[in-house]
């Protein structure tokens, strides 16, 4: 089992209890529901306080060390609480 750590909350926890985020070649960060996308990978904790936290902090910045547009920012909240809702 793989362990990977939250990068809004600094702890190390199994994959299984974390979402993914992307970042490609080009320049684009993905939502990654299936674990196969190639590209350097953020984790964070597959719970909504934590979800909240990693947009209100915008901590993909800090994590891919790339200033990431509010749009971008948008569309993966609503991916990803749409994703979160399903589970």
């Known amino acids: 089992m793989f362990s990977r750590k939250c990068i809004v909350t600094n ?31 953020a984790y964070c904790l597959k719970n909504i306080e934590t979800i909240d ?14 200033n990431i547009p509010q749009e971008t920012y948008n569309a993966l909240r609503k991916e990803v609480e749409e994703y979160v809702k399903k589970k």
């Not at 926890?13 to 993914?20: A, D, G």
């Not at 992307?22 to 939502?31: A, D, E, I, S």
């Not at 936290?53 to 790339?66: E, G, I, M, R, V």
């Open 11 to 41: 702890k190390i926890v199994p994959v299984n209890q974390l979402i993914r985020f992307v970042l490609l070649k080009n320049g684009t960060v993905m939502f990654e529901k299936d674990e196969k996308i190639l590209g350097r990978g």
């Open 53 to 66: 936290l990693l947009f209100k902090k915008k901590s993909l910045n800090k994590a891919f060390k790339k």
